[in-house]
């Protein structure tokens, strides 16, 4: 019998991924967006893209502390679809909300420094997701790593720029601030796991917690003939 040629986690991966553009359309088609539908797209594709690179960030720690490796292998799926979601943001804002009017959208994104990050991490993004290929891996060898550490600036770059976009005191926790300042938590949580000793350290306590548990747990002997 031939095995099936994918993972619960890979189908999983690329159902969510496609969820929010499926979702986006059938509420477009059937009249389901807000009353102001251009915001109400730019919104949920940026919230879309961050939970995507939120994900992407999460497969490292997870692989750290449960040893499990295959979330690995969904990084790159979840970090390129965190860029088209990014990059199908970008275009809703420069199409829709300024009819491709150039000279309009800088003066409008010099004006307002969420723009600025935003727009700064977009651009980082680009080269990680082109170089996201193996052939790019091999070609660039060690500088291929160091590239995709770029990561470790974009994410706080995104969570400055998506909480800058709500309305609200951030210092009074007053608005729309809340779910912003949950997914700052999450990203500065998983980027310290990936510090090179805090990410040694969570291996050296999973590897022992995990060899203690098999010690209280012993696989029963089984005899034989």
């Not at 959208?105 to 997701?129: D, H, M, S, T, W």
């Not at 600036?153 to 009074?172: C, E, N, Q, R």
Request: glycine share 4%.
């Amino acid at each position: 019998m031939k095995k099936f040629p994918y993972t619960p986690l890979q189908i999983a991966v690329h159902l969510y991924a496609w969820s929010g553009l499926v979702l986006l359309l059938f509420d477009y088609f059937t009249g389901n967006l807000s009353p102001n539908p251009i915001q109400d797209l730019e919104q949920r594709t940026g919230r879309h893209a961050i939970t995507l690179l939120v994900l992407s960030l999460l497969c490292t720690p997870i692989n750290t502390i449960f040893k499990w490796s295959e979330p690995l292998k969904r990084r790159r799926a979840l970090g390129v679809y965190a860029f088209l979601y990014a990059a199908i943001h970008m275009i809703i804002f420069v199409d829709l909300d300024f009819g491709l009017a150039w000279s309009s959208v800088i003066k409008e994104v010099v004006e307002k420094p969420r723009l600025i990050v935003g727009v700064i991490a977009f651009i980082l993004l680009i080269p990680l997701a082109l170089t996201s290929f193996d052939i790019w891996k091999k070609r660039l060898g060690k500088n291929w790593k160091r590239l995709h550490q770029l990561v470790y600036l974009i994410a706080p770059l995104v969570f400055l720029h998506y909480i800058w976009s709500k309305k609200g005191d951030l210092l009074s926790l007053q608005g729309e601030v809340l779910k912003p300042m949950i997914y700052g938590l999450i990203i500065g949580i998983f980027l310290i796991f990936r510090i090179p000793p805090i990410r040694k350290a969570l291996a050296s306590f999973s590897t022992r917690s995990l060899a203690l548990l098999n010690k209280k747990d012993p696989q029963p002997k089984v005899d034989t003939p």
